[in-house]
């Protein structure tokens, strides 16, 4: 069973910075495509970023390009998104997943291309 266990949301102001991260039980993690997506309040869940098995490809959503940084540790099943120049915008739950195949080539930008989630971590942006 593959668990995973979102960390490092709070409250920070506007133009502040967070760092989250995201631990994963099971083995060989490197070998499964990771990412991020956050839902908001009246909105639905949405593409944050991606990263390739060893972290050597990423993506990122129009919305978060400049200011984030998707990042993986698979010695230690740990990947992060650290966040800077946080707006109001980016207040919602964040939540890394899992795309559970290992064949094929590119990164994966819809909730329905992944297969395992977390409980999520709050991030609120406010003053």
């Known amino acids: 069973q593959v668990k995973l266990v979102e960390s490092g949301g709070g409250l920070v102001q506007p133009g502040g910075s967070l760092r989250l991260s995201c631990a994963h039980s099971g083995r060989t993690f490197g070998r499964f495509r990771m990412g991020w997506f956050r839902q908001a309040p009246g909105k639905e869940r949405e593409f944050v970023a991606a990263a390739s098995r060893i972290g050597g490809t990423t993506s990122y959503a129009d919305s978060v390009k400049g200011r984030f940084t998707i990042s993986r540790d698979n010695d230690n099943n740990m990947l992060y998104l650290q966040m800077t120049s946080l707006k109001p915008g980016d207040t919602a739950v964040y939540s890394c997943?899992?795309?559970?195949?290992?064949?094929?080539?590119?990164?994966?930008?819809?909730?329905?291309?992944?297969?395992?989630w977390g409980q999520g971590t709050q991030v609120t942006v406010s003053s």
């Open positions: 997943a899992i795309r559970r195949p290992i064949t094929g080539l590119g990164l994966y930008y819809k909730a329905s291309d992944y297969d395992y």
